[in-house]
């Protein structure tokens, strides 16, 4: 546990003071937990059936494979694990160690660390540009869930990307680049990724978009109703003759 820690720290997070709500150590334990609790054998390890389990199913085979093979990760970081990481990610199985990484990334998918994460598992080729192969190849299983969950309802590959498209602006039209999403605003970045990684999170999302969309039509129902009562005029102190152009009041 120590070591993982360190391993933490060597990326310069304080575990401490930067992301007290995933890193302190007075909520390490849950991680711990969360580990021991998708571990069924209790072999130290999660494989793809284990994994299958986080978040009540959330996540897609394709996406869950990436993760096994431990394609999150930085490559630096994998020459450092050396053969036992090499043995781990060939069974498909994840120690302890990846599922920081992994649960951190997912928490926090706004941080830099995670957009590089998220960004190297959908980079099927591994050449630094999400194209829209790519990412259709992810949204499909997230769609086939979609569908099931709603009814049949669902929201297209080419409404989705378009709109994601427009959020993101890369620089490139329909090649997403590590540094477009770097300056795309830090609550938005976990938009774009949710949409091919954890359909239940994307729900959230959307959920909360709809309750804001919600509280402004309600607010801009109310402005337009005290706006048809005052006459179509949303000025009280024109109503009293007050001339704000001169500081007089209009006499009569």
Known sequence: MLK????????????NVEHPSVFSYKHFYVIFCSFYELDEDKDGYICGKNLKRYFDGALPKRVISRILNGKGKPKASL???????????????????????????EIDKGSETAVGYWFRILDLDE?????????????????????????????????ITCQLIDMVRPKEI???????????????????F???INLYRFYEHENRASALHKQLAKFMALKLAAYNTNGGDSSSDNENGTDHDHGKTNQK
Request: with cysteine.
């Open 4 to 15: 993982v820690l360190k391993g933490i720290e060597d990326l310069g997070i304080d575990v």
């Open 79 to 105: 020459v450092v694990e050396g053969d036992g990481g090499e043995k781990r990610h060939k069974k498909k199985a994840m120690d302890y160690g990846d599922f920081v990484w992994f649960l951190v990334a």
């Open 127 to 159: 050449d630094g540009i999400l194209s829209l192969y790519e990412l259709e190849y992810f949204y499909e299983e997230i769609c086939q869930k979609m569908e099931i969950d709603n009814n049949g309802e669902k929201i297209t590959l080419a409404d």
């Open 174 to 192: 329909g090649k997403v680049t590590v540094s477009d999403m770097k300056k795309l605003k830090y609550d938005l970045r976990p938009i774009f």
């Open 194 to 196: 949710d949409a091919f």
